[in-house]
């Protein structure tokens, strides 16, 4: 049954929020048939992604979902029947008043933050009552286990990756205006926090023993690295490593740049679990947060992910992700153990995300759980 939703995202940190929220409305209006309004607050950072989304208007529609621009004195609308507060992102008052004025209560998700700590199967789905006022709303996590609400994952994802052949995968190349890959190359995408020991990272590859190709978003990391190689062009060489600064893709073809590369750093959540579908080996750039909070999020997702592995290739990949984000340093010996484990983490992703299909993806548990309560 077709029914009306409200999502409602602020941005925070560039792309991970809005990159969560436009696969979301995405999926609900072509795979779900859903009636989607989504409102943002940054749509300069949202055109990054999807070049078709005009910054300059109040409201449009691109691919089905209608746009709206999330105002800082919001426009009285009437509410959908499914409304979404992305991250914690609080509704405008306005809004929640014209709640109160529907006859039947509309289904009002705080959707969380991913996290893969213990506690998330305890809090997911559970009902918070306004403190004042005579409405409810549920909160509803992601999560990499059951009891928790899944991860985003179109119907024809996995379909598609598995389907990324050669030939595939050199039209996409050659549409993106990317190198041929050579024989003995090591392909690496990189999408971090300006946080990140990059200027590290630079030194290390460019001391490899076979070529290295990185290919970085412009950004404030791909401005550094051109400072660091006092060189503004798109395309950079230093001894072994070749750096190409390329435009932000949109999400379909950024996925297809994950598949392509041989290793991905990926940051945040939206491109953290496009990278798990990807299944290349991956190293985590948590988003920082006060009191070192994220350390528990990063530990308690390598503990999800290395249960499996080998002692060795677990060791190789705590040190990396942890050195990655800040807490020793980094250098060519850690990053060469991480490396010589290529092959056998690809394997270990493929039955990784075996396990990961066993759950409900995120759009199709959230379209249950709201069916469930209209």
């Known amino acids: ?32 048939h859903q009636s989607v309004r989504l409102w943002i607050d940054d749509l300069a950072s949202f055109a990054c992604i999807t070049p078709t989304v005009d910054p300059n208007i109040q ?31 609080e509704l405008p008052e306005v809004y929640v008043a014209a709640l109160l004025q529907k006859i039947k209560q509309p289904v009002w998700i705080n959707l969380e933050y991913l996290s893969a700590e213990p506690w998330v199967t305890q809090y997911h789905a559970l009902p918070s009552p306004h403190p004042r006022l ?30 990324f052949g050669m030939a595939v995968e050199h039209a996409f190349l050659q549409r993106q205006d990317l190198p041929e890959r050579n024989s003995d190359e090591i392909r690496i995408s990189l999408f971090c926090y300006d946080t990140a020991p990059v200027e590290k990272l630079i030194q290390i590859l460019s001391e490899s023993t076979v070529p290295v190709l990185l290919v970085v978003p ?3 990391v791909a401005e550094s690295i051109m400072a660091f190689f006092a060189c503004e062009s798109a395309l950079m060489t230093h001894g072994q ?27 945040g959540e939206d491109s953290f679990v496009r990278a798990q579908w990807g299944m290349n080996p991956f190293v985590w750039n948590i988003y920082p947060q006060t009191e070192s909070a994220h350390w528990k999020k990063l530990d ?34 850690i990053w060469m153990n991480f490396l010589s484990f290529r092959k056998p983490l690809a394997y270990h992703n493929k039955n990784w995300v075996k396990q990961l299909l066993k759950q409900n993806d995120l759009t199709s548990s959230l379209v249950q759980f709201a069916e469930n309560r209209l």
């Open 218 to 220: 412009k950004g404030k």
């Open 1 to 32: 049954m077709q029914r009306r939703w409200d999502i409602f995202c602020r941005v925070v940190d560039n792309f991970g929020d809005i990159g969560v929220c436009w696969r979301l409305a995405r999926q609900l209006t072509h795979e779900h």
């Open 300 to 333: 308690a997702f390598l503990e999800l992910y290395t249960v499996d592995m080998s002692m060795e290739m677990a060791a190789a990949v705590r040190e990396m992700w942890h050195c990655w984000n800040g807490r020793s340093e980094v250098n060519s010996a």
């Open 241 to 267: 490593l070749t750096v190409q600064v390329i435009p932000f893709m949109e999400q379909t073809d950024y996925d297809r740049l994950l598949w392509s590369c041989d290793v991905n750093f990926v940051r």
């Open 59 to 89: 409201y449009q529609v691109i691919h089905g979902v209608e746009i709206g621009r999330w105002q800082e004195v919001f426009i009285a609308v009437e509410p959908a029947e499914v409304v979404i507060e992305a991250f914690a992102c």
């Open 134 to 163: 005579s409405l409810t709303k549920t909160f509803f996590f992601p999560g990499f286990v059951q009891g928790t609400g899944g991860l985003l994952r179109e119907r024809d994802l996995i379909g598609q990756r598995e389907a």
